[in-house]
């Protein structure tokens, strides 16, 4: 179990993020149209996820903002940006702001993601939704760099994952 805060306050995650060097754990998501993406989807390429609580926040919009102007300048990459939110919202943000180098991905079908990847807030106001947290893997799936944000409010360090890369 890992902690994280919001504006001071400390809540716990239901695990740790994948480590470093390992492979990435098997998931399944499910995209815009209702498809669902999972790990076979994205072997043979670099991927980063950022996971984030909800689209419908400022600091969830902008990583998801950045990861796409960054991502359309790496080519072989796919970003995924994963939430609890509904398919329909993260499809109706990037639709309303022209983002498409990046593909929602939602975990409402599968809050089994948050568990495995120990990323699901156990406790305080934003229980059972997912901590902000990037993963980048490498075309083989192995965990190259993690980040549990520790303050939930902050943004991701974009220059880490994408140094990753």
């Known amino acids: 179990m890992a902690q994280v805060t919001l504006k001071g306050n400390t809540f716990n995650t239901s695990g740790s993020l994948p480590a470093v060097g390992s492979d990435i754990p098997a998931f399944t998501l499910v995209k815009p149209d209702l498809s669902e993406i999972n ?31 960054k991502a ?5 990459a796919k970003v995924l940006c994963v939430s609890q939110d509904l398919p329909f919202a993260a499809a109706r943000f990037c639709a309303a702001e022209g983002l498409q180098d990046v593909i929602p991905a939602s975990a ?32 083989n799936g192995v ?12 943004e991701p360090d974009y220059e880490a994952a994408l140094k990753a890369l």
Not at 72 to 76: A, H, V
């Open 143 to 154: 965990v190259l760099h993690t980040q549990l944000v520790p303050e939930i409010s902050d």
């Open 108 to 139: 409402f079908r599968n809050p089994e993601f948050g568990k495995t990847f120990g990323v699901t807030l156990v406790d305080g106001p934003l229980k059972g939704l997912l901590s902000r947290s990037v993963i980048v893997v490498d075309a």
């Open 72 to 76: 359309s300048q790496t080519k072989g």
């Open 39 to 69: 790990k076979a989807d994205i072997a043979g390429q670099k991927a980063v996820f950022n996971i984030f609580p909800s689209i419908d926040t400022p600091t969830c919009a902008a990583s998801v903002r950045a990861f796409n102007a």
